[in-house]
């Protein structure tokens, strides 16, 4: 079954230390994404790519930078992780302009 | 860039009861327009997509309403029940010359249903 897979689905990361986000899809998607999402809020868009080895700025890009190594692998990376950044991120895939499928999402607390 | 705004952000109804929940965008190329349903702790499931102006969609218990002229998206819930109390989220696209899936997203509203 097709799918978009996150790990770690939890993570408690402390001031100043390095993050990283992976997410894994078999959807055979050129694009993939990364949003995150604050307690009662919508998402936000952090990051894409529509192909391996390049990506492209989202809405909210500062303090976070993103790798496609290859189509089926897209990771977030938090060089610095500030307490900020605690939330919930998702990943997700798509075709051209149809519908994102979202992964499970990463529940990060920076300490 | 396109600004989206849902309203309410909480919506408390009865079973059985239909509920309304609203989303204006302000991009004139906004073009797929989308419902998430977000359960506790879970994900995002796409509800229905839509992209036709003035288009009514009915789903499995919903029915979507989209006015291209107003730029107004709305879901209304019908016949509530227990498994309809989650956040629900509007998410609209602009075409962008093939460069998309750019989705920008509502504030949510929390749907609770009373039994």
């Known amino acids: 079954e097709a799918a978009v897979t996150q790990s770690p689905r939890s993570k408690v990361a402390v001031t100043g230390g390095k993050v990283t986000l992976s997410c894994h899809q078999t959807?055979?998607?050129?694009?993939m994404y990364w949003y995150r999402q604050d307690t009662g809020h919508g998402l936000r868009l952090i990051h894409y790519?529509?192909?391996?080895?390049?990506?492209e700025k989202g809405d909210i890009p500062d303090g976070y930078k993103a790798s496609r190594p290859s189509q089926e692998n897209f990771s977030l990376i938090l060089e610095l992780a500030s307490l900020s950044q605690t939330a919930v991120y998702f990943c997700?895939?798509?075709?051209?302009?149809?519908?994102?499928?979202f992964g499970a999402g990463t529940r990060l607390s920076v300490l | 860039g396109e600004q989206v705004e849902q309203r309410p952000p909480h919506l408390s109804v009865r079973e059985g009861d239909s509920a309304v929940i609203t989303c204006t965008y302000t991009?004139?190329?906004?073009?797929?327009f989308f419902w998430y349903k977000q359960e506790p702790g879970a994900s995002l499931q796409l509800l229905m997509k839509?992209?036709?102006?003035?288009e009514i969609n009915e789903g499995q218990g919903f029915t979507v309403l989209l006015n291209k002229k107003d730029k107004r998206l709305s879901l209304n819930l019908t016949a509530a029940h227990p498994g309809d109390s989650a956040a629900y989220f509007c998410?609209?696209?602009?075409?962008?010359?093939?460069?998309?899936?750019?989705?920008?997203f509502g504030e949510g509203t929390q749907v609770t249903v009373i039994s």
């Open positions: 997700a895939s798509s075709r051209e302009q149809n519908t994102l499928y």
């Open positions: 959807n055979n998607h050129d694009y």
């Open positions: 790519s529509y192909v391996a080895d390049s990506t």
């Open positions: 991009d004139p190329n906004s073009y797929y």
């Open positions: 839509v992209f036709s102006s003035t």
């Open positions: 998410a609209v696209s602009v075409r962008t010359g093939g460069l998309s899936g750019k989705l920008t």
